[in-house]
């Protein structure tokens, strides 16, 4: 209830659009009331803005991540992501693109006209401006990612079009390309000046701007990776690359920290659905599970991950009876269930014996081999939302240099990412403020993990290395789960659960009728209300304009 009550604050906040004014005009105006403005101050707008992008992209109920992560085999949820099943009518799908639209992009629209358009002879507040155009570039650019064509160039101008064409996606990629520039431009030719500055309000980055503008180049480079399957962007990409100014350590990540507040409560989204409450919402994937542990025939075959303890918290014991009979029960205590199962235990519940989100994703419980029940008590919550990370880079980087976009060596960037993957696990559980006893992932054993991964690397050719590069960032997002969305369809890995063609165990049991969605639906909702809007796509077809398969 808390978690619905956050997101009708964050609605009703949004709510309020008219353009900010003087302040001492306010105040000195005898017809208005200085204690009840009528517009939200910039502050204000910045981080409900932000607050609402981390939701709407991570692991929650109005998350991205919620769906995606099931479409990418790293969670399991039964629903409408089973099957790929998800319609246009979608909770989701309606509490995303309710998100995205109708909270973060209206507020960030309001932001950026507030903080560029000032009475004359006062200072514009550029820094404000160009943070904002950075977000509602990085907003846009999910939204087309998943969505394909969308709303844009009309979008948020209720006064002049009530009901606002969907722009070709094609169309709208450049002209986010060419609002981070603006961003970036704007944040450069901020002066100490300007009246109002980004500091705690800004959430994400506390107002450092040389953080903003990496991250801006950032996201500049991964929108290029994706573009240049249809374009050739090699230059733009190199030149990238040779600046420097990307992200360039975690310090630089661009992500939101949650904290451990109940009341107002501020933890990790995916902390609340299944610590919080009682009735748990995601398993893990069979699949995911597999290929952490090396039980997975044809990648890291013999491997076993470091990370699976921070992953993934196991509520029984080894040997422990289920709170139901279950679909998949392993000796060691691991519950969960199936993707497409039309089994007998397919909708058993299992609140206490299913294994959860662990403490790297959601600020959870470390899998110390108690087998402890978790509850609201279990875990902190305090964990980021990690939306474009300094690991996600090296990862791009080795992709591009094993494709020969760029110049490096792609193994030696391959070890650089997964290093930094093991120490932004590290990074976050310290973060935490665990009251459990975690130990540190030690350097041994990353090496060791690392020198496996490296042998299956140098001994493949050149697809198989790009398997290898794409199925090792798979594992380093869990939690969110949009960079594997995309790069699966660009580029066909990491390789996911076919339940149709599932030669295990449970082939009998498994089944989707719903080919894999190349696109997500569009809401319903605008459909049927907007004049200008197309008839529903066919997600399984409809494909973005950059996904050339």
């Not at 956050?6 to 659009?17: A, C, D, N, P, T």
């Not at 961003?183 to 701007?209: Q, V, W």
């Not at 209300?529 to 494909?543: S, V």
């Amino acid at each position: 209830m808390k978690s619905i009550l956050k997101r009708i604050e964050l609605i009703m906040l949004s709510g309020v659009l008219l353009l900010a004014t003087s302040c001492s005009d306010e105040f000195f105006d005898i017809n208005k009331d200085p204690n009840n403005p009528t517009s939200a101050a910039l502050s204000q707008l910045l981080t409900n803005s932000q607050v609402a992008i981390a939701g709407a992209t991570g692991l929650s109920t109005t998350g991205l991540s919620s769906h995606l992560s099931v479409f990418m085999h790293q969670t399991v949820r039964r629903g409408d992501p089973d099957r790929y099943g998800t319609l246009g009518n979608s909770f989701m799908i309606n509490a995303c693109w309710q998100q995205l639209y109708d909270i973060a992009l209206q507020d960030l629209e309001v932001m950026i006209e507030s903080a560029q358009n000032v009475p004359e002879g006062q200072v514009a507040n550029l820094e404000y401006a160009g943070v904002g155009k950075l977000m509602k570039a990085y907003a846009y650019s999910v939204m087309v990612d998943v969505w394909g064509d969308l709303p844009y160039s009309e979008a948020h101008q209720l006064a002049e079009f009530q009901n606002p064409k969907f722009d070709d996606d094609a169309e709208i990629y450049p002209q986010l390309l060419s609002l981070i520039d603006e961003g970036i431009s704007n944040i450069e030719a901020s002066t100490s000046s300007e009246p109002l500055k980004p500091g705690a309000d800004d959430l994400i980055y506390g107002g450092n701007n040389s953080r903003w503008i990496k991250f801006g180049k950032t996201l500049k480079l991964r929108m290029l990776n994706q573009l240049r399957m249809v374009s050739n962007v090699d230059d733009q990409i190199k030149g990238l690359i040779t600046e420097g100014d990307l992200i360039s350590s975690s310090g630089d990540d661009f992500q939101l920290m949650y904290g451990t507040s109940v009341s107002p409560d501020n933890r990790h989204n995916g902390f609340v659905i299944d610590y919080a409450n009682q009735t748990k919402t995601y398993y893990i994937s069979p699949w995911f599970w597999d290929v952490m542990k090396g039980n997975n025939p044809d990648i890291f075959s013999g491997i076993s991950d470091p990370r699976v303890p921070y992953y993934f918290h196991k509520q029984l014991l080894p040997g422990e009876a289920p709170q139901n009979p279950s679909e998949r029960l392993d000796a060691d205590g691991f519950l969960t269930i199936h993707f497409g199962s039309n089994g007998p235990n397919q909708a058993q519940a299992q609140d206490v014996s299913q294994t959860v989100l662990g403490i790297y994703p959601v600020g959870g419980w470390y899998d110390d081999g108690s087998g402890a029940t978790v509850t609201a008590n279990t875990g902190t919550g305090a964990a980021p939302e990690r939306m474009l990370t300094y690991y996600t880079v090296l990862y791009l980087q080795a992709e591009l240099a094993l494709d020969g976009v760029i110049d490096g060596d792609p193994r030696d960037l391959l070890q650089e990412a997964m290093q930094a993957s093991f120490e932004k696990v590290n990074e976050v559980v310290a973060g935490t403020g665990t009251t459990q006893n975690v130990p540190t992932i030690e350097q041994d054993a990353i090496d060791e993990y690392i020198a496996s991964v490296l042998e299956e690397f140098d001994a493949g050719d050149a697809d198989r290395q790009l398997e290898i590069i794409l199925t090792e960032k798979w594992i380093a997002g869990f939690g969110n789960s949009i960079d594997s969305y995309n790069d699966y369809r660009r580029k066909g890995y990491p390789a996911i659960f076919d339940p149709n063609s599932d030669t295990g165990p449970f082939a009998l049991i498994t089944s989707s009728p719903t080919p894999f969605l190349v696109s997500l639906p569009w809401r319903a909702e605008d459909l049927n209300l907007n004049q200008n809007a197309p008839a529903q796509k066919n997600p399984t077809m409809d494909r973005v304009f950059w996904d050339p398969n």
